[in-house]
Structures are given as C-alpha cells and as structure tokens.
C-alpha cells in the first residue's frame, strides 16, 4: 500500500473576495445558520490560513462550467445496501494478521494506527503512515505490513463483498458518462482517501463505471489527508494540475464535501435521499444545490438523462 509522495507541492488557486453576495433563488444556496459547528483546529488555521470564502453563485457568470468534474462517491456514484462490506474486510485483515499475532493484539493495534492514519499530519502518504504504524508496535518493516494489505485486498472474499453490497445510483452512472462523452470536462473521484486508488478504481469498474472515465482518481497511497481537511483538496488540485475555480465539487455530504469551499473550489450538494445532513463547518456552505437534473443544467448536459 506504499507509494511515493506527490511529485510537486500543491499550487494555491488565487484567494476570493470575502464580500462577494451571498446566491438567491434558482438552485443558488443559502449561507449556513448560526450556530454551525466551528472547524475542527488543524482544519481552522488552514481555512484562514488560505484566506478564501465559499465561491458563491454570484461570483461565477451564469454561464459558468467547470474545466473538471470532482465527484465524490459513496451517497454520489453509489450506495452501500449495508454496511456489513465495513465488517467483512475488517474481519478479512484481521483473521490475515492473526496468524501471526494474538487476536486482541492485532485488534488493538490495528484500530490504534487506523485512528491515527485518519489524522496523518502528512507528509508521507495515508498508506505510508499506517504501515509505519502497524510496523512500529508489531516488530516488522513498513514493507512487510504493506505486502499484508495488498495480500488482503486481492482476497476472493473481499472482492465478494463488494459485489455483494455496492450498487450504482443510475442517474449518476448517466451523467458521468454523458459528461465524458461530451469532451468537454475532466474527471477525477474525490473519495475519502482511507483505501488505495487502485481498490476505489476497481470497485467503480465493477459496478459499470468505466476506468476511462476519470482522469484520476483519490486513494490512500497518493494523499496525506482526509476529506474534512482543505489540505485534501490541495493535494487533489496538485494532482490535477488546474486552479480551484476551475473544478466543481460535487457530492453529497455537508460535513465533507462543502470542505472544498475553503480551497475556492465552488460545491454542488446533491439533494438527493442520500444527502448526509450533518451541520457543515463554520463558514463553509454550497455554491448550487440540487438534484441531478439541476446538476445536469448547470453542466449544460442532457437533462432526459436524468
């Protein structure tokens, strides 16, 4: 699960005015009321630090379109039909690890370095810090700890479980695939970026997502980050090489995605029976939302699609 760090430091889009109107009626979202919960600390200095505001729909010409599409995916691409996938490959990894260890060690040390990749101060990449972890309180080289988990994803098992549990959300399957038919957009699935991009690609293909349709796509052995971090998308912006005023957001989560905000990259939240309504961060809140026909409008596509 190693993999080498970014080739190039992420390159800031230039900051937004603070004073911009907020957007009105017609898909054009509200700020968030008061009383949000503040961004966590780590998230806070980076927000001020970049000293960017939420692209809001007044700032953009109605014509606007973005040069790249930055889909989320679970609740936006697809749906797990349970969460039972989350314990199979659990219980995969440690039946592997405790061959090896006592079941309770392995656990313990298992859940401490995953707790721990989830708040990577980074440089190294997500998959670097947890087999660093894992190699540290087990005795053995990050190597060693990284054959373990390629050994793991390749298991029969866990490739049956995600067939088993993951199902497209049509609507979305269209759109993406209308949008790469059409020439005109770039792009890339912004994943929360806890297993490798290689297993986030291969789920997406099982499911009639074709590799060919994204230009990159997010994973644990190429960030240093999680989602509720602007650091993420920095690092997502670095690898795609465009400002954020190029990129759209799109997903489905208040408490993640609307995070891209503070980067100057403007969101697009689904409103959709999927939409995770957690309070959004402080200050952070989406440039349009809607469904997919709404989305489908403001990227200049099909709406029978949808």
């Not at 800031?12 to 966590?40: D, I, N, R, V, W």
């Not at 269209?174 to 890339?188: E, N, W």
């Not at 602007?230 to 993640?256: I, S, T, W």
């Amino acid at each position: 699960m190693t993999a080498p760090s970014l080739a190039k430091p992420p390159l800031p889009p230039p900051p937004l005015s603070a004073t911009a109107a907020p957007g009105a009626a017609g898909g054009q979202a509200a700020e968030p009321a008061a009383g949000s919960p503040p961004l966590a600390a780590d998230r806070l200095d980076r927000f001020l630090q970049f000293g960017f505001a939420p692209r809001r729909a007044a700032d953009l010409p109605p014509t606007w379109r973005p040069d790249a599409i930055l889909w989320d995916l679970d609740g936006t691409l697809a749906i797990w039909t349970s969460l039972q996938v989350v314990g199979h490959i659990a219980w995969a990894y440690l039946r592997r690890l405790a061959r090896e260890e006592p079941w309770l060690r392995a656990l313990l040390v298992t859940a401490r370095a995953w707790r721990r990749m989830m708040r990577n101060p980074g440089p190294s990449t997500n998959d670097q810090c947890f087999n660093r972890l894992m190699a540290a309180s087990l005795g053995r080289s990050p190597t060693a700890i990284a054959a373990l988990t390629r050994e793991l994803l390749a298991m029969p098992e866990v490739g049956a479980a995600v067939q088993r549990f993951l199902r497209p959300i049509p609507v979305a399957r269209a759109l993406v695939q209308a949008a790469h038919q059409s020439g005109r957009f770039q792009q890339a699935v912004a994943t929360s970026p806890v297993m490798p991009a290689a297993f986030n690609r291969d789920r997406l293909a099982s499911i009639g997502y074709a590799p060919a349709w994204f230009v990159h796509v997010t994973g644990s052995d190429l960030y240093s980050s999680q989602k509720d971090s602007p650091r993420f998308y920095q690092e997502l912006l670095a690898h795609l090489r465009l400002p954020a005023e190029r990129c759209l957001m799109v997903g489905n989560d208040q408490g993640k995605d609307l995070v891209a905000g503070a980067v100057g990259i403007p969101v697009f939240l689904l409103q959709t029976p999927f939409t995770r309504r957690r309070p959004a961060p402080a200050g952070l809140f989406p440039t349009w939302e809607g469904g997919y026909a709404e989305l489908a409008q403001r990227l200049g596509l099909p709406a029978t699609m949808t």
